[in-house]
Structure formats: C-alpha cells, structure tokens
C-alpha cells in the first residue's frame, strides 16, 4: 500500500471517503495519479461491524459536537444530532441502504420548470441528465444495481410484500424491490444478499456496494493510493496567489500534520465541507475559502422525509431481511395539482426495536406508545423521500462559541420547513396510509423525520459564480486547484436518495481533474 | 410465518435473584409484593420507598402488562446506582419523588404509590413531564427497557442475524396472509 510524504506537494489530497472521496479517490488512482485521502474516522472492516443499532451507532456514527436551530423537530427531539451520519472509512456509504436512483431529467431544472417559488432559492443545474447520462451508466456498473446491467431485482422481502400488495390495491402501478446496489447475486467479488437485515450498521456480508469494500481497496491496489484514517482535515491553506497548498489535519492523538497538495477535493459530507471552508478563512478570503458568493453553507436541504409504520392483525417481522429493497415511484413525478412541485419516493424501511423505541414518536410516552411497542413485530413501513426546497436561511454557520476536541468552531445546523415541504409531507403520509389502510392495517403512524442521512446543497454548483460555489465539474468558482465532491454540490436536491448522484458526479469529476491537470491547467 | 415464542423466559439468574417468585406468578402478584427491593439489590443512594416509587413510575411511563418489575427495577438500579457518588443525581431523584408524593397527597393520598389508578398516576406525570428529572427517567427507559436484548424476544424482535446467516433461509418472505382480505 502507498505511503506518501507530507511535504510532496504532488498528491492530490481528498478530504473524506464517502460516495464521493471515495470513488473520486480510486477513479483517480486507477488514471494513475497519486491521491491522498484523509478520513477523520477510524477503518472498520466488514467483519467489525455490528447487527447492534445502538453499538453500530456508538462504533461508526458521526457523534462529534453540533448544535441545531430552526423550527424542524430535531432540534427539539435531537438537539445534538442534526444528521445521522458516519465518521469511518467508507463514510457513509457504510450506513446507507444501497436505494439507486437516477433523478429525472426536469430536476436538473427546477427553476425553469416550478418557476418562481415564493422563499426557495431555486436553480437550475449547469449539467443536464443527458450530459449525466454516461456517468450514471458508469456509476450503475461500478456499483452493481439491480435492474441496469442485466442485474436481477432482489427478492421481496414481508414488509415490501406489504408495501407492495396495498400499493397495488390502491391503483400505483410502479412497484418493485428498487434499483439497489445490493448483489443479488454474486459479483464483483463480492457475495449475494443473506437478508440480515442490518443495512444501516454495516454490511456484514459484504453484499452492499460500499466505498469501504468496493473503491477503496481496488484504489489502493494501484499502489497511488493512501487512506489516512483518523485524520480530520482543520484547514486548507493557500499561497499568495490564491491557490491552495495543502491541509493542516489532526491525527488521533490531537497532533497536527501539514500534507501539501497539488490540489484539494473536500468530500467531508454536507455539514463538515462548507464548515472547512469557512474554518479555512484568512486574510485574503476573510468569509472562508471559495465564498466570494456568499453562498457556503447556505442552501441547506435534507429532502422532505418522514416514515409511515402501520400495525397489522397479523405478524409481519419487517426487520428481517434487506431493509430499502422496495419502492412505489408513483409519486415522484411533478405533478402540481396535488398542491406541491416536486414529488417524492416511498421506499420500504424497518428498524429495529431500540430505534423504533427512539424513533416512533420521540419524547411520547404512556400506553399508547407502550401499545404501539407491543405490536412492534406486528409492523410494516415505509420512508418517504421527497425533493425540498433550497432556502438561504437554511445553512450550516459556524458557532460563535462552541468549539470541538480540536480548537475549531463546531457547526450550527438551522433548518425550517418550506410551505411546499410541509404540504408534499402531508401528502406522502396521506397515501402512506391509504397504501396499509387497503391491506387492513389496524393503525398507522406518521413518525417525524429522522435525524438527516440526506445532507445536500451547502457548496451548490451553478453556472454563474455569484449564485453558488462550484462550476459543472464541482471546481471552485473562485480557486481553480479546489474541488468540492460530495452532496454539498447539488443545486437542488431531487426526489432520489443522493448515493448514485454523488458517485456519478465523482467519476465525472475524476475525468476531468485527470485532463486538467495533464493540460497543467491545475 | 415463522413466528416467535414470545412468552416470558425466566432464567437461572432471573429466578436466584427473585428467590422462588417466577416472572408469570409476580405478573399475577399483589403489585406491593412486586415492588422496592424485593426485585432489586437494595439501594444505595435512594431509600428503599423512594425506589419502589421510582419503579412504580418507570412502568407507568412505558406500562407493559408483559413485562414483570424486574425489568423496570433494573433500569431504576442503574440510576441508583450512578447517583451514589454524584450529589447532583442523587438529589434530582430524592427531590422528584418528594414532588410525585406532594402531587399524590394534593389528591388526598398518602404518596404516589398509593394512588390507585394509573390514570390519577400519569395525570401526576404529566403535570411534571417537562422537567429535567422525569426526561432524565424517561430517556434512561428508552434504552433500559427497549435496548434489553433479555427482552427482544417478548416484543417478537431477533436481534443480530449475521451469525445465523440472515433471514434468507429464516422467513424474510414467508408473510403467508396478504390477500385474505
């Protein structure tokens, strides 16, 4: 495996190695160039991942200080926790479920074609699906998803049974078990599907397509190459010009190391990248790198979620078995009528019994709550997954006081609902319903949203530099040899779970980083 | 379907600790012999009253007739136990009982164990259910209750999977009542 000196100002440095720093880091080391990823969490391999909610959340969960703000629930339920994310090798394509899918092609254009929403800060996309296209192709073979390729669907499990069976009562015709980067069979040297169940803590039979198993060492086998776990980027620095040299970055013992760099892509998810930049300000960007738009950390979304559980006369045991596998696309079209633009997935979802304790309804208690408990395996359910708005005073800033282990000022995630959010959740929760009601479900809930796995937008890309912070390749508008590559370029967020998104982006980028720099461009 | 035993198990530590008593005998048990420290080691920072009350309110916050005291007495064990040599702790649940006693004798009983009803019960709770004790109690029973592994299989929940090959073979798909209308 590669080691590379700190002082050679030849590599470059990727800051995380998630969907994006990860394929970005072996997309690159299989052109050849010599690449440095610097991942702030420690390396957990597949055999150290634990069928444990809570155990899993202690081992690989992003549980470093944050604070919240806004009139969303979870700065009441989860003050602490705005998103619920990984810090470890392979980021957080380790907790995903593996849901892939394409946006659509009017979501790369949402301005053009919702027109003027009241409060959103909407964009178009500088880059069309026509143009993403090729690099979904790639992204889908990378990672193996079911229904492209000639790849057979997964097998339904009993609470997409249930999904499936009320859907179809209910007159929705596009009802399957996902586009999913889940092996159902064998592939890529990697096992099928044993239904475990545990897809947020950990594939531990290696079938989820995951940065960890599937990027990472097949980059690292190129000998170009370097993961540096435990090593969280502080700040980027730049020369006199303006372009960036390289990162200061602590190891596990709090030391601090200077890496040079030829260039940097920051990938540390869409709270901790426009945080570095704005931790990385100076004298001459005195708002934090790359900000002359002023639009770093703003933008916010973490699309518009929620989760139906209904209860059943009869057992269901929804955990049992691949936990996304199932989908009703119905709805995800924009259709303005039902009073929203934009549409939203349901896609099948369990959790287990100490989550569903914390999740149902955070804070209830008494016996309808114990009720609902006692009928936990009597449960089918699903999670909605719909585009939100781009608000301005949605954003990640930095705190005034607070400061983490290492010094720097920790984030402040404050987030309010659009109107149109609030009307689409209603909706989703509304046919969420109706689709158990019409299998005889004894009662349904409608949970809030989760702490954020989406975390999208807060370094948008856009066309013309003074409306976001990165060009079509996610460059720096203003610094050339700063690259951002992850979720926090998206301009709007779509109805699709980001993962596809993020990797096809990265292989797009790796493309052209590679020509740029063989042009000496950058 | 591959269903679950989902009765009560009672084993070889269960049954030292609780002496002769078994769980399905103390669910039928007159709830004074349940509670206090006829279920627990005796406690160490709190009075033996003041833990029967707080177990007394452990169930009354997540009441499920399935589950014997000793459940609940565990997870008061737990807080008990931490209180020992933390002032602050062992004052927030001193003062959270005398406040549950006051609130039971504004009813015109003796205490909050003596209230008979469990709606007069969680009316009391409710009227104090912001304050930084009863979250403390609740929050503690999230996971001391819901996080039992002891007690998964009561709520028909397996837990890990991995180490029995999943579910592939062990009814992922084996729903057999879908379309019996």
């Known amino acids: ?522 | 379907m591959r269903l679950i035993d989902k009765t009560p198990k009672v084993s070889r530590r269960t049954l030292l600790k609780t002496g002769s008593v078994t769980a399905a005998a103390a669910a039928m048990a007159p709830a004074a012999v349940m509670t206090g420290k006829a279920w627990a080691a005796a406690p160490v920072a709190v009075s033996a009253d003041e833990f029967a009350t707080l177990v007394k309110m452990a169930r009354d916050i997540y009441p499920h007739d399935k589950l014997g005291d000793q459940y609940y007495s565990k997870v008061i064990e737990g807080l008990d136990s931490a209180a020992k040599d933390d002032a602050a702790a062992k004052t927030m649940l001193k003062d959270g009982v005398a406040a549950l006693d006051d609130a039971a004798i504004g009813m015109k009983y003796g205490s909050y164990n003596q209230v008979p009803s469990e709606d007069e019960r969680v009316a009391i709770l409710q009227s104090m259910e912001t304050t930084p004790f009863f979250q403390k109690i609740r929050g503690t029973l999230i996971t001391g209750i819901y996080n039992n592994k002891d007690l998964w299989p009561m709520f028909g929940y397996e837990g890990e999977s991995a180490s029995k090959g999943g579910y592939i073979n062990r009814g992922f798909n084996d729903i057999d009542w879908l379309g019996q209308g």
């Open chain 1, 1 to 522: 495996m590669a080691t590379f000196d700190l002082n050679d100002a030849g590599v470059v440095v990727v800051v995380g190695s998630g969907a994006g720093g990860g394929t970005l880091s072996n997309e690159l080391a299989q052109k050849g160039i010599k690449v440095v990823c610097l991942e702030a969490g420690g390396r957990h391999e597949t055999e150290d991942f634990q069928n444990d909610e809570w155990g899993s959340f202690v081992q690989i969960s992003w549980l470093d200080k944050r604070t919240t703000s806004g009139s969303w629930r979870v700065a009441k339920d989860f003050s602490g926790l705005p998103a619920w994310i990984v810090k470890a090798v392979g980021g957080s394509t380790t907790h995903w479920a593996g849901a892939s899918l394409r946006f659509q092609e009017h979501e790369f254009k949402v301005k053009t074609v919702y027109g003027d929403i009241p409060g959103a800060n909407l964009l178009d996309w500088p880059i069309t699906l026509a143009e993403m296209e090729p690099y979904y192709d790639k992204a889908e073979f990378k990672m193996g998803t079911t229904r492209t390729n000639g790849i057979p669907g997964l097998p339904g499990s009993n609470n997409f049974k249930v999904l499936e069976a009320g859907a179809k009562k209910l007159g929705y015709k596009e009802v399957h078990t996902g586009r999913m980067s889940i092996n159902s069979e064998p592939r890529d040297g990697r096992g099928s599907c044993q239904q475990i169940g545990f897809c947020f803590q950990g594939c531990k039979s290696g079938a989820k397509w995951s940065t960890l198993v599937a990027e990472i060492p097949k980059g690292e086998a190129t000998g170009n190459l370097e993961v540096r776990p435990n090593s969280q980027v502080l700040k980027i620095e730049h020369d006199a010009s303006g372009k960036v040299t390289g990162v200061v970055y602590a190891d596990k013992d709090g030391n601090q190391h200077s890496q040079k760099a030829r260039l940097v892509c920051v990938a540390g998810n869409t709270i901790e990248s426009p945080r570095l930049l704005l931790n990385s300000a100076s004298s001459k960007f005195p708002d934090g790198l790359a900000n002359s738009s002023g639009q770093v950390g703003k933008n916010y979304m973490r699309h518009t979620t929620g989760s139906v559980y209904a209860i059943f006369q009869k057992p269901v045991h929804m955990y049992r078995g691949t936990t996304m596998a199932g989908i009703v696309q119905d709805e995800a079209g924009n259709n303005p009528s039902r009073g929203f633009v934009g549409g939203y997935e349901l896609e099948t979802l369990s959790i287990g019994l100490p989550f569903m304790a914390a999740f149902l309804n955070p804070g209830e208690w008494g016996r309808n709550f114990a009720g609902a408990m006692d009928a936990y395996d009597h449960m089918a359910g699903l999670w909605i997954v719909g585009e939100d708005m781009p608000q301005e005073t949605n954003r990640v800033s930095l705190h005034a006081t607070e400061k983490d282990q290492y010094g720097m000022p920790v984030p402040n995630v404050n987030f309010d609902d659009h109107a149109n959010d609030s009307a689409m959740r209603e909706h989703a929760y509304k046919q969420g319903s109706a689709v158990y009601d019409a299998v005889g479900a004894l009662k349904t809930f409608h949970t809030p949203p989760y702490p954020s796995t989406h975390n999208l937008g807060t370094n948008r890309m856009s066309e013309n530099a003074r409306d976001g912070v990165v060009n079509k390749h996610g460059q720096t508008h203003d610094i050339t040899n700063l690259f951002i590559s992850d979720g926090s370029q998206f301009t709007t967020g779509g109805a699709e779970n980001p993962t596809l998104t993020i990797v096809a982006l990265a292989i797009r980028q790796a493309d052209y980083i590679a020509g740029e720099m063989a042009k000496n461009n950058i």
